[in-house]
């Protein structure tokens, strides 16, 4: 069983900076890429970021220069800090991982994070 649960969701003005989290926790070998994606509503999600095991990273155009993904391996753990925010930032931010697991073999899943509200208004 594994579970990803964020954090750091919330109200914030224009020009506003935000800090989500997502651990990851369960019967975990190893886990490869990990991601933030947004919906908001009425829209489709959309990936934000994504970052390899190795760091390498990858943004959508529209948060490029305003946006960092990060992640400490050693806690299973990806962030997400979110500057300069916009109003077109408000949506549920959800974190995706994609994990190794092992039960009697192992195998690879993508798991989801329950998703976290982030709201940027004056």
């Known amino acids: 069983q594994v579970q990803l649960v964020e954090s750091g969701g919330g109200l914030v003005q224009p020009g506003g900076s935000l800090r989500l989290s997502c651990a990851a926790s369960g019967s975990i070998s190893s886990i490869n890429a990990m991601g933030w994606y947004r919906q908001a509503p009425g829209k489709q999600r959309e990936l934000v970021a994504a970052?390899?095991?190795?760091?390498?990273?990858n943004y959508a155009d529209s948060v490029k220069g305003r946006f960092t993904i990060s992640r400490d391996n050693a806690k299973n753990t990806v962030y997400l800090q979110m500057n300069s925010l916009k109003p077109e930032d408000t949506a549920v931010y959800y974190c995706n991982a994609v994990i190794v697991v092992f039960t009697t073999l192992f195998t690879t899943r993508t798991y989801w994070g329950q998703g976290t509200q982030v709201t940027v208004s004056s």
């Open positions: 970052i390899t095991s190795g760091g390498s990273t």
